[in-house]
C-alpha cells in the first residue's frame, strides 16, 4: 500500500526535482504567463505584452499562445482572450476570482500554479470523487487562508508519471494537443477530500504523494515557482 510519507530523503529529492522541472517549462511558464497577465480571462492582453514579458519575438508569442494556452485560450487580431468555459471538457472545479465564478478544467495541481497569480484572491470548489464530500480551498497571491474539510490533500505524481508526459512532450518540441492532454491526464489528477480518500490514487500511481493542502503550497518546488513568476509578470505581493 502506498503512504503519504514524504520525510527528507533520497525519494523526496528526486520527487521535488521532477515537479520543479515541471513548473519551470517553457509551456508551463508560457501558459500561467497568460493567466496571470488576463488574470484568468477577466481583461484580454496583447501579445506584444506578453512577447516582451517572455522576451520573445511577437510572431513566437502568438504562435505558442495557440499551442501552450490554457483551454479556452484564443489568439485574435493580436489580443489573447482566456475563457475556460470554451475548453473541451467539462468543468472539474469552480473558482472564484473577485465577483467572477466559472469552471475550469486541468488537474489539481494546476491550481497551486496559477493562484498565486490571481489578484485579489481565489476561492476553489470541488467534489470529492471517491467520498463525495465538497472541498472548499481559499488563497491570496501569498498564502493558503483556508481549508476544508482540514484534511484534504493535493495529489502530486512521481517522477516516471505519464502525467508529466504532455509537458515533456511540449518541451521536447513536439506538438501537443492541449485539450487531449486536459481529457486525457487531468481527469486522473483531482483534489482529495483526505488522505485515506486517496488511497486509490496512490495505487493507481507508483511514487505519487499526497500533500496537506498547506504542506504542498510550501513546498520548494512551489516556493520557487512563485518567486519566478511573480519577477517575471511584476505582480508584486
Known amino acids: 500500500m502506498s503512504t503519504i510519507e514524504h520525510g527528507n530523503g533520497t525519494g523526496l529529492a528526486d520527487f521535488l526535482a521532477k515537479l520543479s522541472w515541471a513548473n519551470t517549462t517553457e509551456p508551463l511558464t508560457f501558459g500561467y504567463a497568460v493567466i496571470g497577465l488576463t488574470n484568468f480571462g477577466e481583461r484580454p492582453v496583447g501579445i506584444t505584452r506578453l512577447a516582451e514579458v517572455l522576451d520573445l ?3 513566437q508569442a502568438e504562435v505558442r499562445a495557440g499551442q501552450w494556452g490554457w483551454p479556452g485560450t484564443r489568439v485574435e487580431n493580436g489580443i489573447i482572450t482566456v475563457n475556460p468555459e470554451r475548453a473541451k471538457s467539462a468543468p472539474r472545479r469552480r473558482l472564484q476570482i473577485g465577483d467572477r465564478r466559472f469552471g475550469v478544467s486541468g488537474c489539481a495541481p494546476d491550481i497551486f500554479l496559477y493562484a498565486p497569480l490571481l489578484r485579489p484572491s481565489l476561492q476553489v470548489e470541488e467534489t470529492c470523487t471517491v467520498t463525495g ?3 472548499r480551498l481559499v488563497f491570496t497571491p501569498s498564502r493558503v487562508e483556508h481549508v476544508e474539510p482540514a484534511g484534504a490533500v493535493l495529489p502530486l505524481p512521481g517522477p516516471q508519471s505519464l ?5 515533456e512532450a511540449a518541451s521536447n ?3 501537443v494537443d492541449a485539450d487531449a492532454c486536459d481529457a486525457s491526464l487531468c481527469s486522473q489528477a483531482p483534489l482529495f477530500s483526505s488522505a485515506e480518500a486517496a488511497r486509490g490514487w496512490l495505487d493507481a500511481h507508483p511514487g505519487g504523494r499526497v500533500f496537506p493542502i ?3 503550497w510550501d513546498l520548494s518546488a512551489y516556493r520557487d515557482y512563485r518567486d519566478r513568476m511573480s ?3 511584476g505582480l508584486g505581493s
Open 57 to 59: 519575438p511577437v510572431n
Open 133 to 135: 464530500t465538497p472541498i
Open 163 to 167: 502525467l508529466y508526459s504532455c509537458a
Open 173 to 175: 518540441g513536439e506538438e
Open 214 to 216: 498547506r504542506e504542498a
Open 231 to 233: 519577477a517575471l509578470l
